[in-house]
């Protein structure tokens, strides 16, 4: 059974950080595309980074571009998300997920909240 358990969320001030962590089970993650994804109230789940089988290949969407990072440990089975330089529209729930995520389960995702 595949889970995804998303951590390291919290309430910070704007310009802050934060760093997302994703563990897998059930799922080797050095098998797959991984990425983050969000999805704040009343919008569609975004994507927010994917990165590559082992780690060469990365891209982030216009938002994330310039303050998060990404990146995997295949030996832990884990997937990080460094965010700098937050802003309070980057309030959201986060989800790690493959890569594309059809067919494979959401964890309950890590809320993260940047106040102004």
Known sequence: QVQLVQSGGGLVQAGGSLRLSCAASGLKVSKYVMGWFRQSRGKEREFVAVIGWSGGT??????????????????????????NSLKPEDTAVYYCNRWPPVGSPWGQGTQVTVSS
Do not use: C, E, P
Request: charge should be positive; glycine fraction near 4%; hydrophobic fraction near 40%.
């Open 58 to 83: 990365i891209l982030y969407s216009a938002s994330a571009k310039g303050r998060f990072t990404v990146s995997r440990d295949n030996a832990k089975n884990t997937v990080t998300l460094q965010m």
